[in-house]
């Protein structure tokens, strides 16, 4: 099958698993593992990301399929689909606010104000009104500031977060009279017991130049199965693509239409280009690692991360990760250059890959060790393995 009739083919499946639902998976673990505290073995933290990916989010919604796409946040270790994560890292800053205001308004600069130029720009903007102080702690003009100045209404105010920021650094909200006028202003005035700790206020500048915006990150969901014939199926939610289920039918007829346009007369170099275009409808990749006894190791990953991450990712749940080792791909290519993306090895939108020990290292260790070495997987990992149906 040529392989524009292929996509057509592979899109028009995607189409009908996106209508029909998905298939749910059984495990053979009894009970359900909790999440327990940070301070647990690595081993058994692994475990228990195992068993909290296979049920519920963070909103008790049971999960449909065995490659949901899910986020962790930074900031409570709960586990979010996409459309949740924004609304609750906002939640969770919001309550930090009670807890530590300084960390938490500098929290909100970074995360909930899109333009990062201009968060730039008003952080830049709030040091130097800091810096005025420390610099000059006796000059009673750099203690106060006039909220409707225009450096700081267009800089400043304009950014989320911002005058929380002030207002938790020390900083008090009062209405003063103009000098030599009539009329009131409000104006940020830094309060008694702030000016005698400037080396707080000192450390509040530096904690607020080197702030990050809190984003949850992509969760692998390291899961491992039992041997099974179903390891080659996949069946990917909706959030693994770029598209709707509408705008992917439609861009389904549209291809095919062309292809019956343009036949067969087609060069090696416009189906490459085609292939690639095809590619970049997917943001997420769930990847499969078979193992020597059958076992299989799936993890999910963003269609741009390079191989590396999929190295680091499998390594981690080795029992000997220092025996050298080699990943084979869909069509028998040997994964070696690290810095590829999946995207650019065709790892997209998922695929199953072929573990294999270096043969010699492999011989020369069983030969020391007197014993074969017959599972790659950490232990704890395959007595909670899972039967795919």
Known sequence: ??????????????????????????????????????????????VNILSSCKNMDASGKEFTTVCNVLFKCPLTGKLLRKDEKDI???????????????????????????DQEMVKLGVETVTKYLNNIIDNPNEEKYHTIKISNKVFQEKIKC???????????????????????????????????????LDDLLRYRDL????????????????????????????????FYNLTVEEIKREQQLRKEKLERESVLRTKAMRQREEQREMKKYRYTVLRTRFPDGYILQGIFYA??????????????????????????????????????????????????????????????????????????????????????
Request: aromatic residues 8%; hydrophobic residues 40%; proline residues 5%.
């Open 1 to 46: 099958m040529p392989p524009n009739e292929a996509y057509i083919a592979a899109g028009a499946a995607a189409v009908a698993r996106l209508e029909t639902g998905h298939r749910k998976v059984k495990t053979q673990a009894k009970g359900t593992i909790q999440l327990q505290g940070a301070k647990q073995r690595e081993g058994d933290r692994e």
């Open 88 to 114: 609750h890292i906002r939640k969770a800053i919001e309550m930090m606010s009670y807890t530590n205001p300084v960390s938490a308004s500098i929290m909100k600069i970074y995360t909930f104000n899109k």
């Open 159 to 197: 950014l989320e977060g911002s005058l929380d920021f002030f207002e938790a650094v020390g900083f008090e909200k009062k209405t003063l009279p103009l000098p030599g006028q009539d009329i009131q202003d409000e104006f940020f005035v830094l309060s008694f017991k702030a000016e005698k700790k």
């Open 208 to 239: 607020l130049t080197s702030g990050t915006a809190v984003r949850a990150t992509l969760e692998r969901q390291p899961r491992v199965f039992a041997p099974s014939l179903q390891a080659a199926k996949f069946d990917l939610p909706d959030d």
């Open 304 to 389: 741009q991360e390079q191989l590396s991450t999929l190295f680091d990712f499998v390594c981690k749940h080795l029992q000997n990760d220092w025996i050298p080792y080699e990943l084979i791909g869909p069509c028998g290519q040997k994964l070696e250059d690290e810095k590829m993306s999946f995207r650019d090895c065709g790892l997209v939108p998922s695929a199953l890959l072929i573990f294999s020990w270096d043969a010699q290292v492999l011989s020369d260790v069983q030969a020391t060790d007197r014993q074969k070495v017959v599972t790659a997987l950490k232990k704890e990992l395959i007595c909670n393995a899972e039967t795919l149906e």
